[in-house]
């Protein structure tokens, strides 16, 4: 299933894609969020594949604004360096390969829509960098790698938006990487059971239509049950946490000489069997300097 949420004139509604239509969710009161649907499991997701067949959609995907596919979450992390050729680019600008998982925080504030403008703040080094997320299900904690993939709900895409002046403010890279509007993702989440194998995905990122990122999963230097099993051995991963699992190389910063985004620029950020999302650069908010 692809399970979204998009705003209506009665607010901020739940739906799945069916066809080029969307069923609203709006008549099933035990999930009033997404959240809660992650949280309810194969129980929720079996009452709203029910649900979901005997009802058609009530209004088109072209005529609604998709926003983002879950609520607030209790964390958003994202692992760096972890696409070999991405390392390599980063060891060519003097920034070695970590020898174990690099792990930082996005404030979950960042979180927007996958079609709404990123807003470059007060940022001169505006860059993009597309990933696939993955939606934790069921929480983990000490789990074996073996065990990691019942723990996933499902699949987004991620564009890891980097305020680049700012991310080496600190080692965390934790500010640069959480301006608002820093982390689209979207378009909607896919549940587990419609990707089989998450590690052999096409990933791509263009910029004004040129091509920048071009990769595939299965170049991920720690795979996705690894990184379960790694996060979950230091603290537990809870439902609706989202991972953004690296980015291959391409980056804006990396290109010789670098491009950073400017107003006006669209950012497409697509990985294959689960969709795209599009974000225009807007014009600076702005607010306090460095």
Known sequence: MRLLRYKSASGINLGVL????IVSLSGLGDYPTMLSIIAGG?????????????EEPSVLLTDVQL?????????????????RKHAD????HGIPTPKQQLWFNKQTSCLSGPFDPIDPGVTEKLDYEVELGVIIGTAAK?????????????????????????????????????????????????????????HDLRIRCLVNGEVRQDSNTNELIYNIWDQIAYLSTAFTLEPGDILATGTPEGVGI?????SFLQAGDIVRCEVEKIGMIENAVSAPSGGTGH
């Open 89 to 92: 680019e980063g060891e060519r």
């Open 18 to 21: 069916k066809g080029d239509g």
């Open 142 to 198: 000490g789990v074996a790698a073996s065990a990691a993939s019942a723990h996933v709900f499902g699949y987004v895409v991620v564009n890891d938006v980097s305020a680049r002046d700012w991310q080496f403010h600190s080692p965390t890279f934790t500010v640069g990487k959480s301006f608002d509007t820093h982390g689209p993702i979207g378009p909607w989440i896919v549940t587990a059971d419609e990707i089989p194998d998450p």
């Open 254 to 258: 990396a290109m010789s000489p670098p």
């Open 67 to 83: 926003v983002c596919p879950i609520e607030r979450p209790g964390k958003f992390l994202a692992i760096g360096m972890n696409y």
């Open 42 to 54: 194969e129980t929720a997701l079996g009452h709203i594949a029910a649900f979901v067949a005997a």
